[in-house]
């Protein structure tokens, strides 16, 4: 069967440091992969999106890895800060459809 | 542009009444998706379509759950009759195709937390 797999635990990091959230996937041989951003009581907003082609892509403090070999992506965020305190969510595109994981959450302390 | 907005925001209904959820995309986007999200099994894709058109509906749980969408601007996601484990919120997204015919990202709505009792 097709899955996403996110770390369900919480990462809990110290503002300043590097935030490394992991998706892992099986089955799929998605066309793109979508980073997502979801606060409480708000749909998923979209970060960032790295194509199969590509081994990396940056936004600012935002770093995303693809690899499809192993079949995983790398989302970092350096310099953490508070109001990066959030779930994360990893998506994949197939054939029109964007499959979810099931997010990652963070927390960053002051 | 307003986003997407979805309508209500929240609904407490009892077992057995009918459930409309509405949700009008962002004008010019041809794609537009029900997703539901619950703390098992994460967001689920129920049905998207295509230029008003639906074009799957795999991932609709039952014969219960219907949607339309009669225009670019409007759709609806109906659950008749409700039970207690459609409880979740219901998230609408809609998309733009772009270069090659591919989407390239999703816009979501703020959701409708739906408790069914």
């Known amino acids: 069967s097709q899955k996403i797999e996110q770390n369900s635990e919480a990462l809990n990091i110290q503002e300043g440091k590097t935030a490394t959230l992991t998706c892992n996937y099986t089955n799929y041989s998605p066309a793109y992969l979508q980073w997502y951003r979801q606060d409480p009581g708000r749909g998923p907003v979209f970060l960032l999106l790295i194509r199969e082609n590509e081994k990396e892509k940056r936004k600012e403090r935002l770093k995303v890895t693809f690899d499809t070999t192993l079949k995983q992506s790398l989302f970092h965020i350096t310099a953490s800060q508070p109001a990066d305190s959030a779930t994360y969510l990893c998506a994949l595109y197939n054939f029109n459809k964007f499959y979810f994981g099931s997010g990652t959450k963070l927390n960053v302390k002051p | 542009d307003a986003g997407v907005i979805q309508s209500p925001r929240h609904e407490v209904t009892e077992m057995g009444q009918e459930v409309t959820l509405r949700c009008k995309p962002i004008s010019g986007h041809d794609y537009l998706f029900w997703y539901r999200q619950t703390m098992m099994r994460g967001l689920e894709l129920l049905i998207y379509?295509?230029?008003?058109?639906?074009?799957?509906d795999s991932g609709m749980p039952e014969d219960r759950f219907s949607a339309k969408m009669p225009n670019a601007s409007f759709s609806t996601l109906k659950i008749q009759p409700s039970e207690p484990r459609d409880s979740a919120v219901y998230f609408c997204?809609?998309?733009?195709?772009?270069?090659?015919?591919?989407?390239?990202?999703?816009?979501f709505g703020s959701g409708t937390q739906l408790s069914v009792l």
């Open positions: 997204a809609s998309s733009e195709s772009g270069t090659g015919g591919t989407n390239e990202k999703l816009f």
């Open positions: 379509f295509n230029n008003n058109v639906p074009i799957d």
